[in-house]
């Protein structure tokens, strides 16, 4: 959240002389954006107080572009009966996302005082699972009978105006609430008004059932290209709609939680410098520290091969670059099959297809990175090479580092997949983790095959 600090202290100011005048005309002229970064400094108190001086639909407005933490807060420190007026007036898929961020004691004691038919909507709408699309809907749609006619349904519609979030997609509903069709707004204008609404409806409507992710949900409407996505239940009742904006946060938080996963990080919803320290240590502490004992595997490994160090010092000068192969090839494989899989070209039934496509880039990646180190490995200094052929060397090296590649590549190739299976977020493949498992495992490759090629032959 960015403010203009130029702007705060005259903010501050108003509120401390009280400037009626002022204060409305800045409420009523500012977007509710622009408002909301102005009052980024602002406390909780300060900011009621600022907001008292408009009208309960405008503070709503202003209130939903908030961040969450920051709405958490007012409500908390907010007069109840001040707080339930504000969740009345705003929009129904919001209200509902403050409320899940408080103590179910402070959800209790507010609930009560919100009219009943707000009251339902809230519980009806907090009762979907967490990450579901009825966790982002709203139930602020426009709809109309199939049976009516075309000036029958505008008169409806300007009945509803006020209540919709959106009014341009008009979902036509038979007398048991079903979605049978959908209007635009601008078919209904253009039409005649004694037309028939079934007659000029679009029956075929692309929906998404209301368990599924929200994820699919935002792949739906963006590969349609739709403006607000209907919502339906088992029996094709409209139960909600997704909009454009609920698909950009959705989309916004999904690419952030990848994002923090494949960085090792547990997600964090606050700001990052405003997070309490503690909170970020714990999140980044725990995921490193699982690493940490991980990639101890090495040393393991590395004690397992002792005496083929000793015996050829070379090797040990080969080992950072044979590792970081491994893990760089398998990171990259992973972050592009996991943004696949986020994107929907990839599925779990894809995953054959998906490892004959590495199996054949990892293999073609290996020889490119293996006849770079077969080269490097040639100008290997004499003094380290106790005895051994530098050819021979090079040819262990270039075929370590394409074994590896190619390893590194289905590893981090499969694994999203993997987690996926088993219901988890494919982002857990991430660098660290894929990395960390090809480093332990590409020792053993590299030094398998020094053994085989190098020491049986030479008779060390």
């Known amino acids: 959240m960015m403010y203009n600090p130029l702007v705060l202290p005259e903010l501050k100011e108003m509120l401390q002389t009280r400037d009626e005048k002022g204060l409305k005309e800045i409420l009523e002229e500012l977007h509710p954006a622009t408002l909301a970064d102005f009052s980024a400094g602002l406390s909780s108190q300060e900011t009621w107080e600022l907001l008292s001086y408009a009208p309960v639909p405008r503070q709503a407005e202003v209130f939903s572009y908030f ?52 009251r339902r909507d809230i519980r009806h709408l907090l009762s979907y699972p967490e990450h579901s699309a009825g966790a982002v809907m709203t139930t602020d749609f426009a709809w109309i009978p199939a049976h009516v006619t075309v000036g029958q349904a ?57 368990d599924q992710d929200q994820e699919e949900a935002a792949q739906v409407l963006a590969k349609y290209d739709l403006l607000a996505l209907p ?12 909009t454009h904006d609920d698909v950009l946060d959705v989309l916004a938080q999904e690419a952030t939680e990848d994002a923090l996963h494949m960085a090792a990080v547990a997600p964090m ?17 725990v995921w490193l520290s699982c690493l940490f004992i991980a990639e101890l595997f090495t040393f393991t490994a590395l004690a397992h091969f002792e005496s083929a160090i000793k015996a050829v010092t070379a090797l040990a000068l080969f080992v950072p670059l044979c590792i970081s192969t491994g893990g760089n090839s398998g990171s990259q494989a992973a972050t ?76 981090g190739s499969m694994l999203p997949l993997f987690f996926r299976r088993f219901g988890m977020d494919p982002g857990y493949a991430s660098t660290p983790f894929v990395a960390t498992f090809v480093d332990v495992t590409g020792i053993i490759i590299y030094f398998t095959i ?4 190098l020491l049986s032959a030479s008779g060390q």
């Not at 008009?170 to 079934?198: F, K, N, T």
């Not at 990052?272 to 240590?281: G, H, K, M, S």
């Open 231 to 242: 919502v339906v239940d088992s029996q094709n009742h409209l139960v909600g709609i997704i």
């Open 154 to 210: 505008l008169e409806q519609l300007r009945q509803q105006a006020s209540e919709c979030e959106t009014i341009y997609y008009v979902y036509v509903l038979d007398r048991y609430h079903h979605l049978v069709g959908l209007v635009s707004l601008r078919e209904l204008l253009l039409a005649q008004p004694d037309q028939l609404v079934d007659e000029i409806m679009q029956s075929e409507v692309i929906s998404v059932r209301v």
């Open 336 to 411: 592009l099959v996991t943004r696949a899989l986020a994107l929907g070209q990839v599925r779990l039934r894809d995953w054959a297809r998906v490892l004959r496509h590495e199996l054949l880039m990892g293999m073609a990646l290996g020889l490119t990175l293996g006849a770079i180190a077969f080269v490097r490995a040639l100008f290997t200094p004499e003094s380290v090479l106790d005895g051994i052929s530098t050819w021979r060397l090079a040819q262990v090296v270039a075929l370590s580092v394409a074994a590896i590649c190619l390893w590194g590549t289905l590893v």
């Open 269 to 285: 919803e606050e700001n990052y410098l405003e997070a309490p320290f503690t909170r970020v240590w714990e999140r980044r502490a």
């Open 67 to 118: 961040p969450l933490p920051k709405q958490v807060q007012m409500v908390r420190e907010g007069d109840p009966q001040r707080v339930a007026q504000l969740l009345e007036a705003m929009p129904h898929d919001a209200r509902v996302d403050l409320l899940k961020q408080l103590d179910e004691a402070q959800v209790e004691q507010l609930l009560p005082l919100v009219r009943p038919s707000d």
């Open 450 to 453: 020094a053994q085989t090629l």
